[in-house]
């Protein structure tokens, strides 16, 4: 099958290869891919500067997908089901990360597209607890996007909480700043979404989306707006899913006495 392969560390260092299909064991799952997302982390590693990736191997780990075969330890997925899955491969299943349901903490974790092989490939493995059986109204791309999805509730409704009368700001206009913005924007409060210049078009869709103030923090004076919003205090929750040092600064500030800042984006 073809795969894309991050043959080596260092910028580039990638190749369109002809690999053999995985063959399932144990608890693992094997998925025909049909959509897989490109993760800012992805490029990253394309740009040798992630340093998790063990090489060779076959990158991607947002996708969706239908089981094509399953392990003889599988009990709960069956062949033809539509699914997507988590990143996590595998882990040691005894530390107290393992114990406590933390398994993404697990010194000893192997991630889909960075230790095991990922979904820039006809086919992808995964073990039975990190697959999720699509529901059959959620369509097999929007489904590529639950990974990402996942962070943005993770950060915004396990790390914190949202309240409907919370002032809310969040950096950076991307596919992360947006899934997390209509998270937060669901829970019926008041979002401000920031960006540059050049995120024109994706600062307008923010605001199609629904949210309340969209600021281009070149062209606006951001603090005037969050404070002007927000009776001088700043807001409640602020998340950075830039990972752009100067939005850092910008936010710190900007965040209310006893409110919550929250790092999504990877510097």
Same mark, same amino acid.
């Given at each position: $099958?073809?795969?894309?392969?991050?043959?080596?560390?260092?910028?580039? @260092? $990638? /190749?369109?290869?002809?690999?053999?299909?995985? @063959?399932?064991?144990?608890?693992?799952?094997?998925?025909?891919?049909?959509?897989?997302?490109?993760?800012?982390?992805?490029?990253?590693?394309?740009?040798?500067?992630?340093?998790?990736?063990?090489?060779?191997?076959?990158?991607?780990?947002?996708? #969706?997908?239908?089981?094509?075969?399953?392990?003889?330890?599988?009990?709960?997925?069956?062949?033809?089901?539509?699914?997507?899955?988590?990143?996590?491969? %595998?882990?040691?299943?005894?530390?107290?990360?393992?114990?406590?349901?933390?398994?993404?903490?697990?010194?000893? *974790? *192997?991630?889909?597209?960075?230790?095991?092989?990922?979904?820039?490939? /006809?086919?992808?493995?995964?073990?039975?607890?990190?697959?999720?059986?699509?529901? /059959?109204?959620?369509?097999?791309?929007?489904?590529?996007?639950?990974?990402?999805?996942?962070?943005?509730?993770?950060?915004?409704? %396990?790390?914190?909480?949202?309240?409907?009368?919370?002032?809310?700001?969040?950096?950076?206009?991307?596919?992360?700043?947006?899934?997390?913005?209509?998270?937060?924007?669901? @829970?019926?409060?008041? !979002?401000?979404?920031?960006?540059?210049?050049?995120? #024109?078009?994706?600062?307008?869709?923010?605001? %199609?989306?629904? $949210?309340? *103030?969209? !600021?281009?923090?070149?062209? /606006?004076?951001?603090?005037?707006? !969050?404070?002007? $919003?927000?009776?001088?205090?700043?807001?409640?929750?602020?998340?950075?899913?830039?990972?752009?040092?100067?939005?850092?600064? @910008?936010?710190?500030?900007?965040?209310?006495?006893?409110?919550?800042?929250?790092?999504?984006?990877?510097?």
């Amino acid at each position: $099958m073809k795969a894309v392969v991050k043959t080596n560390p260092g910028y580039d @260092q $990638m /190749e369109l290869r002809d690999v053999e299909e995985p @063959q399932v064991y144990g608890d693992k799952v094997k998925i025909k891919v049909a959509f897989t997302g490109i993760c800012g982390s992805d490029i990253h590693t394309f740009k040798g500067e992630y340093k998790n990736p063990t090489t060779p191997v076959t990158l991607g780990h947002e996708f #969706s997908g239908v089981v094509v075969e399953v392990g003889p330890d599988v009990t709960s997925i069956k062949v033809g089901d539509r699914v997507t899955s988590e990143t996590t491969f %595998e882990t040691c299943g005894e530390c107290i990360y393992c114990k406590e349901h933390d398994y993404n903490l697990c010194s000893n *974790r *192997r991630g889909i597209g960075t230790q095991a092989n990922g979904s820039f490939a /006809e086919f992808v493995l995964s073990r039975e607890e990190s697959c999720h059986v699509l529901d /059959e109204r959620i369509s097999l791309e929007a489904a590529a996007l639950t990974e990402p999805l996942a962070c943005c509730v993770h950060s915004a409704l %396990e790390k914190t909480t949202i309240r409907p009368d919370d002032t809310v700001l969040v950096f950076g206009p991307g596919p992360i700043g947006l899934l997390l913005a209509q998270v937060v924007k669901a @829970q019926g409060a008041t !979002v401000i979404v920031a960006g540059i210049t050049k995120d #024109s078009d994706r600062l307008r869709l923010a605001k %199609e989306l629904g $949210m309340d *103030r969209i !600021v281009d923090t070149l062209k /606006e004076d951001l603090a005037e707006v !969050v404070l002007g $919003m927000t009776d001088g205090y700043g807001a409640e929750r602020v998340f950075d899913c830039s990972g752009a040092v100067p939005a850092v600064n @910008q936010g710190l500030p900007l965040t209310k006495k006893k409110g919550d800042f929250v790092q999504v984006g990877l510097f």
